[in-house]
């Protein structure tokens, strides 16, 4: 063993220890060992990796594709694509978690057979967080299995991952080749050993229940409703044709109008709109109001306007999220607004908000709000669309945002445009699948389409980056270079040569199992079966048998990436959503990876004859 593979082999079982015990962070060990990488070709004079090859991995196709891909995922959740998603699996499973379990892992897998690994699982993670947040279950308990099936997914078909391809290419070298469903008679039985083993296993798992009782401790617009005692103030009614607000805008109505009521919101159209001065009442219209003054009854309001009562239930304002948000808000001592009247026109008109309670002190007002005038320190529940809520937190010191609701988290930005998104993603799927042209250039085509489509803008692309998993990944592809230069790689490839000289048939594809699958523990799976291809068809050449089955045995290995997070940058991207550490997989992947081993073992050679065609 040359010294500078003795200084690689060092730093990289220090890499493990560091993550094993998660101390420091996960990207944090990338970037030191990114750093101390170069330094070995200066200490032993040896080229190993420069400084520019450890940064390379900041422009590796692979490492764009999984940025595009957080992108590509979060234009699918603000347009609801992902809501609806998360919605039918939670229907379907119908309250059981291990039927959705299983059919999340039924989902991904099938997906991702047509498509890559790592795109389906950067789609999959928001659907899985909304499930969480809407089942009240740990996200832990949905990414791990996730990764799993995503990982499956590589054992399925022929373009299912890039090792199978570079397999199948060294198979074509000597004038053979898989088909296209050659991988799916294992892939299939793995998965459905997959889910049964995750039901289990998942109980192993850390849980991040401490963040999600957080979450539930949140407001909702329920518990406000109850707290400002809304239930008997807010009332729907509908503009009759011979309504005498048809035509008139809501300037023209208020100086005639003593009711004590103010306009919150009008439904028109299916659609929930906010009054402006200007806005016209039309024929129809259904008003939802807020009577902020005790006077008289509500029958006379709609004798006087041409009204008609529409049923209104408590949880009227939880349906409406997409269109509707309430904030709570605090008058701070130097407000402008400290004096005027609750119900004035100037926070409707400035700030496009209504205030529909008050609570002073801890005492919330049960009456109206009409006579009642603001002082420092009160608390105000408006109501509004939420980009003006959204807008009180940056645009305004007269008002100081204390809390949004729960609901606030289900809201989506672009709602309108769920056809375009979809649209974008089946394109990038089409163009992966044919091959036409690269991954990477297929995402970012995707990308640039929902950008100018204003699915995503700029702002929101580079926050869904998750940039801990772009520098935990970048930071360890250096290993493999550095691996392959010092001799690593060969020195493992020689050594499954001697160690299974003479043995039996299954030992040795076992051998070929175990190597390769601990190679693309610390590097890439297509790098690893790069070198593991070769060696394998060279095997059975030495026995006299057909390459088919050594070379389905390497393949299927190098999608047995389950047992490290950095194993394959589909575990990498559940690390942070799921909050696992490295024991995580340690614990829940090498046992499951030591099931597949066997059954690829018994498996491979059982379907694919070991004797050679005449």
């Given at each position: 063993m ?6 690689v082999?060092?730093?990289?079982i ?39 090859e ?16 957080f992108v ?40 991702g ?20 947040r ?42 053979g ?37 957080a ?13 400002y ?10 503009i ?6 048809v ?20 439904e ?61 808000v ?10 005027k ?32 005038q ?24 007269d ?23 979809v ?65 690593g ?16 048939t ?11 699958a ?28 057909s ?12 999608s ?50 070991l004797?050679?065609k005449?």
């Amino acid at each position: 063993m040359s010294p500078a593979l003795a200084i690689v082999l060092g730093l990289l079982i220090t890499a493990v220890v560091m993550f094993a015990i998660n101390r420091p962070r996960m990207d944090a060990v990338a970037l030191i060992m990114l750093t101390c990488l170069p330094f070995v070709g200066m200490v032993t004079g040896t080229q190993v990796v420069s400084m520019n090859e450890a940064l390379a991995g900041f422009a590796d196709g692979n490492v764009v594709l999984i940025a595009a891909l957080f992108v590509i995922g979060d234009g699918l959740v603000r347009t609801g694509v992902a809501r609806k998603l998360g919605d039918w699996l939670i229907e379907r499973a119908a309250g059981s978690d291990t039927l959705l379990v299983v059919l999340l892992m039924a989902v991904v897998c099938g997906l991702g057979s047509t498509m890559s690994s790592t795109a389906v699982t950067a789609i999959f993670i928001p659907v899985a967080l909304r499930i969480a947040r809407t089942t009240g279950t740990s996200p832990s308990g949905l990414m791990m299995p996730l990764s799993m099936a995503a990982l499956i997914s590589g054992m399925m078909t022929l373009v299912a991952t890039a090792p199978n391809l570079v397999v199948n290419a060294e198979l074509e070298r000597i004038g053979g080749s898989f088909q296209f469903f050659s991988f799916a008679p294992f892939g299939v039985p793995i998965l459905i050993m997959g889910i049964v083993y995750m039901l289990f296993a998942r109980r192993w798992l850390s849980s991040d229940s401490t963040n999600l009782t957080a979450t539930k401790q949140r407001p909702s617009l329920i518990n406000w409703i109850d707290s400002y005692k809304l239930a008997g103030r807010e009332y729907r009614v509908g503009i009759k044709r011979e309504s005498p607000l048809v035509g008139k805008t809501l300037d023209e109505v208020r100086p005639e109008d003593h009711s004590g009521a103010q306009v919150v919101a009008i439904e028109r159209d299916r659609a929930l709109i906010q009054p402006t001065p200007q806005t016209k009442f039309q024929a129809g219209d259904i008003l939802l109001v807020d009577r902020y003054q005790d006077g008289a009854p509500i029958e006379s309001l709609l004798e006087q306007y041409g009204l008609e009562l529409m049923p209104l239930s408590g949880i009227y304002f939880s349906d409406r999220t997409q269109d509707i948000g309430m904030a709570e808000v605090i008058v701070p001592a130097l407000s402008e607004l400290v004096g005027k009247l609750a119900v004035g026109r100037q926070l409707r008109d400035q700030y496009g908000l209504s205030a529909i309670g008050l609570r002073r002190g801890t005492h919330a007002s049960a009456g109206g709000l009409g006579d009642q005038q603001l002082a420092v320190g009160d608390t105000l529940l408006l109501i509004g669309p939420w980009k003006r809520i959204r807008n009180l937190q940056t645009e305004t010191q007269d008002l100081v945002v204390l809390n949004l609701p729960a609901e606030v988290d289900d809201v989506l930005p672009v709602p309108g445009k769920a056809l375009h998104a979809v649209g974008c993603l089946l394109l990038v799927i089409g163009l992966m699948v044919s091959g036409i042209i690269p991954n990477v250039q297929a995402a970012l085509i995707g990308c640039l389409l929902m950008g100018a489509l204003g699915v995503v803008n700029l702002t929101s692309a580079y926050k869904s980056i998750d940039w801990k998993t772009i520098v935990l990944i970048v930071g360890m592809l250096p290993f493999s270079t550095a691996l392959q230069r010092t001799g690593g790689v060969d020195l493992a490839a020689e050594a499954l040569m001697t160690v299974t000289s003479g043995a039996g048939t299954h030992v040795v594809l076992a051998a070929l199992f175990v190597i390769t699958a601990m190679l693309g523990m610390f590097i890439s799976n297509t790098a690893t079966a790069v070198l593991m291809a070769p060696v394998a068809i060279a095997v059975s050449k030495d026995l006299g048998m057909s390459p088919y089955p050594f070379a389905m045995i390497v393949a299927l290995a190098a999608s047995t990436a389950f047992m490290t997070p950095v194993s394959s940058p589909v575990n990498t991207l559940v690390v942070t959503p799921g909050n696992y550490t490295f024991g995580d997989f340690v614990k829940v992947g090498v046992p499951f990876s030591v099931l597949v081993m066997i059954v690829c073992v018994f498996m491979v050679p059982w379907l694919l004859p070991l004797a050679i065609k005449p």
